[in-house]
């Protein structure tokens, strides 16, 4: 009976150490953080320094030389560029009025996209920290999504993944943020609205794109652009 009651405490314990990891995983990930980067302001200052991006709370802080740290909101930002160690990947965000994601309010306030293409429709992303479970051994690595799994797989239940998924969006010429929820079929509804859906199916088919990778999508969006 004693050793009973043993093994279910520490199961218990090993369940509440294991989510209580998941958990600081999790928050770990929805932080950002640059070596260099240059914040252009409403005010027109620009400031450079290393930059961390808070995803959940939308805010932005810069080190600068003095070694002062500025926080600052999406309303206060024109745009921000960050760059890797190496100065081989460039990414820059800018901020657009958006509904958060509520189709039914009339609400919106700027939150920060980053830009995949720029264009007449732009093609937009942001990434939502999120966790899930599989019994898969090896998960799919999706178009969307980037997969974390630090703590293995457990022959005794599911395994717990945190997991960052790139939401897509296109800015179109109307001002408005629309989410591409199945990027294939509502991509498709506008160019069928523009009577330009023969050219672009040829064009994905002759390329051998997918809907569901972020890269063939940027040149999807971009040859549907210079189409218009």
Do not use: C
């Not at 500025?70 to 509904?99: E, M």
């Not at 509520?102 to 007449?120: H, I, R, T």
């Not at 023969?198 to 999508?217: H, Q």
């Amino acid at each position: 009976m004693f050793r009973r009651r043993y093994l279910r405490l520490l199961a218990f314990l090993a369940i509440l150490f294991y989510s209580s990891l998941q958990a600081l995983f999790a928050q770990r990930l929805d932080i950002q953080e640059w070596p260099k980067g240059r914040i252009v302001l409403v005010s027109g200052d620009t400031l450079y320094g290393p930059i961390t991006y808070h995803r959940s709370e939308d805010i932005i802080r810069i080190t600068l030389e003095d070694g002062s740290i500025g926080a600052y909101a999406p309303v206060n930002v024109i745009s921000f560029t960050v760059t890797d160690d190496n100065n081989r990947y460039t990414q820059t965000f800018k901020p657009f009025l958006w509904n958060r994601g509520n189709d039914y309010s009339d609400y919106k306030a700027p939150a920060f996209f980053e830009l995949v293409n720029e264009g007449q429709y732009t093609l937009v992303k942001r990434e939502m920290v999120t966790t899930q479970n599989t019994i898969n051994n090896y998960p799919m690595y999706a178009g969307y999504g980037r997969y974390y799994d630090p703590y293995g797989y457990s022959n005794y239940g599911p395994r717990y993944q945190t997991i960052i998924i790139d939401l897509l969006y296109l800015y179109t010429p109307e001002k408005k943020i629309k989410a591409l929820r199945n990027p294939k079929r509502d991509l498709e509804d506008l160019f069928n609205d523009q009577n330009k859906e023969k050219e672009m199916k040829e064009f994905v088919k002759n390329n051998n794109l997918s809907y569901n990778n972020t890269r063939d999508l940027a040149l999807i969006v971009r040859h549907y652009n210079s189409l218009l």
